[in-house]
T-cell receptor, first 111, second 116 residues
Framework: QKEVEQNSGPLSVPEGAIASLNCTYSDRGSQSFFWYRQYSGKSPELIMFIYSNGDKEDGRFTAQLNKASQYVSLLIRDSQPSDSATYLCAVVTNTGNQFYFGTGTSLTVIP | DGGITQSPKYLFRKEGQNVTLSCEQNLNHDAMYWYRQDPGQGLRLIYYSQIVNDFQKGDIAEGYSVSREKKESFPLTVTSAQKNPTAFYLC???????????????FGEGSRLTVL
């Protein structure tokens, strides 16, 4: 069983719509959750992090965490063509200082 | 500017050759990591180090070696034993989570290795 699972997509949304990206994880003791954005050929960059159950908002981005369901999501409001990228979910487990990454979801925002 | 520097950005290797990828950070981070990324896939952990002179294998360590002689440096050697080394290699570092920091991973720009 993979530690972190994401739908690979591709996910396409029209400009201005809400994009919803989902991630599930297997280690119930996981403590820290991160969303990274990766443009083609580039290295990942941090978009959001969340530690506590509930929602966390930063500009157009909202991260949602539900530890009981072992589920973390990223919502992108008012999607822009510049949001077109692969979004990686990363989880730090309770067993140590290791980051486990999902395979990423490819998002395309259509102008 | 603080950050992580990887070199070279592009590297071509003939089969049977060892190559070493450089990773240097001036963020004063204790932990450093090497990941491999193949097309359409996520990041897979090769090795990580939480302290100088100590490192642990990740999920795909076979055919790779590392050293951590200095806090700032964590070079990765891709040996001839690695059967399919063509990939995008990412070095990262992190500070342990605590007050005032998120414990996030900071990435270098990556090194793209192609075996001819």
């Amino acid at each position: 069983q993979k530690e972190v699972e994401q739908n690979s997509g591709p996910l396409s949304v029209p400009e201005g719509a809400i994009a919803s990206l989902n991630c599930t994880y297997s280690d119930r003791g996981s403590q820290s959750f991160f969303w990274y954005r990766q443009y083609s050929g580039k290295s990942p960059e941090l978009i959001m992090f969340i530690y506590s159950n509930g929602d966390k908002e930063d500009g157009r981005f909202t991260a949602q965490l539900n530890k009981a369901s072992q589920y973390v999501s990223l919502l992108i409001r008012d999607s822009q063509p510049s949001d077109s990228a692969t979004y990686l979910c990363a989880v730090v487990t309770n067993t140590g200082n290791q980051f486990y990454f999902g395979t990423g979801t490819s998002l395309t925002v259509i102008p | 500017d603080g950050g992580i520097t990887q070199s070279p950005k592009y590297l071509f290797r003939k089969e049977g050759q060892n190559v070493t990828l450089s990773c240097e950070q001036n963020l004063n981070h204790d932990a450093m990591y090497w990941y491999r990324q193949d097309p359409g896939q996520g990041l897979r952990l090769i090795y990580y180090s939480q302290i100088v002179n100590d490192f642990q294998k990740g999920d795909i360590a076979e055919g790779y070696s590392v050293s951590r002689e200095k806090k700032e440096s964590f070079p990765l050697t891709v040996t001839s034993a690695q059967k399919n080394p063509t990939a995008f290699y990412l070095c990262a570092s992190s500070k342990s989570p605590g007050v005032g920091n998120t414990g996030e991973l900071f990435f270098g720009e990556g090194s793209r290795l192609t075996v001819l």
